[in-house]
């Protein structure tokens, strides 16, 4: 059942292009509708959760099943998905109008990715995981690019792709090192109960390394965010949905999936929390220079992934610290779980309402925008409920993990573990920085956008208050932001302390584990931090005219976008110039590097493989018959290289042939001699008809131009090839068959010269293709010489 | 230019140089010789003719199409190994035997020579075709 649930979605993909074709007059997203929602009620009837696994066999010879298993995590995942997907599934029913949108491809994609990203978070074989981690950046591929007519989607589906797909092959690497580790298993539940002994292992950092550079690119951490940003071309409700609530968090899904096979090291402790810190700050700070709403939303979301990150990364301190502290770094999980939930309901709700604005006044740019207070209302009560939760301000949901954030940040500045003592402090002062920066650009959203005076002048279109379906997604997400901020508890033991037992792997289950988040503190350092981020926050939006030429500092040159434009034209052209200087189109280009190579590599082989012993015991007599025969072809080849005619060429040549043809009387060798004297008559004759054809222009009778490396090749290739001679004939261990054929000959194949023997009985097989060969070529020649393409016509038959 | 000498000289020494081609092909298999050389001096005896008419009078008087000779070649070949199949034994096993004809008397026979036949054509064919085309070119 489960297995099909997640597959579900990519099987109604199917239908929906016949839907969207035959069924003209209703919406297509009515029809997608349904399935998302039936999928959210599925699943939340597993409440409170039994974990429970199932497989289907795939392919069980390389150990690859669709095996799936849902515990905690995989459950708070799956809801999200299910759940903002069912909303944004009916936001997007009217935000795209069905006479001009080609919502047939919409929704699959949108199907696709849905059912891709259930995939991601309830597989437990690591293949398919991998398998729908890849169809999550394929299908956000297609969805982000799906205004294909423009020039920005197509860069920023470009860019997602690359990265992603960077990101998504080194997570195949690791797994396939993990799966190296374990002995070939690839079930993750398989590799944490093996991993206790891994630390160790040589391959335990690269594995690391390589699944954190995964989780990285996909949760658009720093310095790989840059993605997303551009990824905003895409529909609002794909921004909302992919880019806010469910593919940049399974990044945060990796992390923690992983977090109890290699949360026993120190680096993956200071990467998780160190890179997310740094992203947390680096993002929320230039959210507040964006002047698209959508770009805003877009750095908002990156520094929330990084804060979710860092929190992740701070209870992985949970698998160090005495029992009395693991409770405390377990807080951190609880916090990263509780404001992955947060962070979904908020930010699709924001998006939704920048997607309202856009829909309404045609604009997205917060220069023109302002004073819609009174124009829109109940968008402007979801988006302040959005960003006060966003910039952590109670009662929101919002503000509560924002605490236990910031708690968890000061728990770890106490830690001492991994010289964290030393350096610890600098996180709860990055934290709150990356807070400040949050409020201001929280409050930034809100009032340049609804607050101030109306500039009706600025407005591409008429505004007014958008249609009740599109209000309904964002107002049912505001409602659950005030829900879970007034009520966490309804979340904390039925949703956030499975998937925590799921993340801290074990650490628990003689205590057992439970939740409890409580609004009130008394008075620890989190509240003042908190009142300190309102307080500077709102010093900062009132004064943020007077500072803002700070960002002139950051240019458009050293910024990372930059550095990937760069890098990506660089590596086109260095490829291009590269591959232009090597191909140079000669064939005696080419010819050098055949030949270069095969004396390197002969070379090599006889230096290091060879113990050189010339043995001459079984070389026979040189009689002076050998000697004058070898002399002339020495002469004739002499004459062939040095020849100042073509026609000296061509007859030295034949000199030479008809020599080889006396070796082959020489050495008893009739047959032989025949077919080469005869053979060599012919190509002689052919040769002379060449010469006689060639073009007047070029028959200048020029000698051969002497060229050093061309000297230098050639007499390595001569010399390489007698020493490989000398060596082989020097070492001939077995005996030959030869005996066999003319002992056989008469008895066996009835006839005397064994040559002919050999050559029709013995081995006839090789005959048979060799006169197919002649044929080829006598027809070649004939197709060559008659079906040439008349004059005027000579691309008819290229 | 009158070519009497060449002409007639080339009638008579065709004949010997076809003979010679026919006679290295059933010696093939006891000495020196086989389908090979005698298709290639076959063609020579041909091209000599060549060289003393021109291109149309070699054409009607041996009024063969060399490419069709190709392929029958390659069918015999094929056809001699193909041969064996029929009697439950692997692709190109030869048979051979002596056997009592009628007015030749003792015949030692062997399936080789049809094989050596199929070689003999198709050199011939590639040959002259190869010749021919090119000659024939402008």
Redesign the interface.
Known sequence: MLNLAIVSPLIYALFVPFLYKYVRSIHTGWFVLPLPVLLFLYFIQHLPLTPYGQTIPWIPSLGMDFQVYMDGLGLLFSLLITGIGSLVVLYSTYYLPKEKEKLGHFYVYLLLFMGAMLGVVLSDNAMALYLFWELTSFSSFLLIGYWNERERSRYGAQKSMLITVLGGLSLLGGFLLLSVMSGGSYSIRDWMAMADAWPQHPLFFPAMLLILLGAFTKSAQFPFYIWLPDAMEAPTPVSAYLHSATMVKAGIYLVARFTPIFAVSSLWVWLVMGIGMATLCWASFHAARQTDLKGLLAYSTVSQLGLIMSLLGAGALAFHGDPGDRRLYMAAVVAAVFHLINHATFKGSLFMVAGIVDHETGTRDIRRLGGLLSVMPVTFTVAVIGSLSMAGVPPFNGFLSKEMFFAAMVQVANAHLFSLDVWGILFPVLAWVGSVFTFLYSLLFVGKTFLGAPRPSEWPKRPHEAPVGMLVAPVVLAVLVIGFGLFPNVLSNTVIAPAVDAVVNGLFRREGLSVHISHWHGWTAEVWMTIGVIVLGVLLYRTFDSWKRVYGAFSQRLSLNHLYDTVVRQMEEQSYSLTSRYMTGYVRTYFLYILSVMIALLVATIVLKVDGRLSLSHLAEVGIHELILALVALIGTATTVAAKSRLVAIIALGSVGYTVSLFFVLFRA??LA??QL??ET?SVS?FL?CFYHLPKLSRHEKGVRFRLGNALISIGVGALVSVIALLAYSEKNFASIAQYHIENAYEK?????I???I???FR??D??FE??V??I???G??AL??LKAPKGESGKYE | MNELILRTVTAVVTFMIILFGIQ?FFA??????????AG??TA?AIILLLLAFDIKTVRSMIPISY?TL??I??LF??GT?LGGLLFDVP??T?A?GHVMLPLLGDV?L?T?VL??L??YL??V???M??IE??G??E
């Open positions: 009739p047959d025949l077919t005869v053979i012919i052919l008809l194949a009835a006839g005397k010269n040559v002919n023997v050559l029709v009985d006839g097989f005959t048979l006169i197919c002649l044929a070529a006598a027809l020649i004939y010489v008659k | 290295l093939g298999h006891y000495y020196p010789g086989g389908g090979f050389i290639l001096v020579g490419r190709i392929g070649g390659l070949a094929l190994g692709f190109l030869h051979h030692s062997h080789a094989f050596d199929g070689v198709v050199v064919g590639v040959t075709t190869i085309t090119i024939e070119d």
